[in-house]
């Protein structure tokens, strides 16, 4: 009888942990979980969305020397669906877009606007467009409406900030660039200059110029002041490095009677009237 008993205890035993010996040596195995393999890096080249002419010339008419010449410039931030007023959403730019063409206004860069203020030329149905810091949403979504309606602008970089996630790569800059979106410099990290020493604010300027000077294969002449902000010393520093405009965030139009080096734009928000963007222009 105990011997019997032994019998059954035994393989109640076995019942029991023979399936949990093999659960554990199957799912050790090394032919479970093989070691795994890297994989080459996807590449952050984005092609173009094909190409289109080059901003054409500018016509230069003198007008007299008494006369002041506006030109208004807008500035915008992200082309897309956004969280803050910084956004502005492609249906929206593409109507502001489809009224400068249906309108007969022609977008120029800020060098060109600089050009025709500096020399005293006719500005009349001219438009500057300025996008600051760089962002991914001007080449997904900005890039195709303004080449759709054969316009321009002026694109503002933080080269530290290239190839960050939500920026466009240097492929993409250098690709906007050929196609005669104006580049222009915006610092290396985009601080507060006028709270940064002498020095730094000097080599967050100048370096970010060598950046993108460096990648485009050409000078540079327009910056942006990261957030307006500025003193006399910072732009004693732009001017010093050599460019020849910086915009700011003093909301009103250009004109020739202002600091080229100080000029002001009018910001472009989210959810505004086609109608507020109309006054703009005038």
Known sequence: MLVKKYLVLLTFAAALFV????????????????????????????????????APEVAKQLVPADQTMTIPILMYHEISTGPDCMWVNEPDFRSQMLYLHDNGYQTITLAQATELLAGHYDTSKKVVLTFDDGYSTFYDHAWPILKEFNQTATLFVISGLVGNQAYMNWEQIIFLDSQGIEIGGHTRSH???????????????????????ARLGHRITSFCYPTGKYNS????????????????????????????????????????????FTTLLQ
Do not use: C
């Not at 399936?19 to 393999?37: K, R, V």
């Not at 915009?247 to 928000?269: H, I």
């Open 191 to 213: 601080p507060l200059l006028p709270t940064l020493k002498a020095v730094n604010a000097a080599a967050e300027i100048h370096q970010d110029k060598e950046d993108i000077q």
């Open 233 to 276: 010393q910072v732009v004693q520093q732009v001017q010093a490095v050599g460019y020849a405009a910086a915009v700011t965030m003093v909301q009103r139009k250009a004109s020739s009677t202002d600091n080229l080096l100080l000029l002001p734009r009018w910001g472009v928000y989210q959810n505004e009237p086609l109608i507020r």
């Open 19 to 54: 399936p949990l010996w093999w659960f554990i040596n199957q799912n050790s195995s090394s032919d479970q979980y093989p070691a795994p393999t890297l994989t080459a890096p996807l590449s952050t080249a984005t092609p173009g969305p094909g190409p289109v002419a080059p």
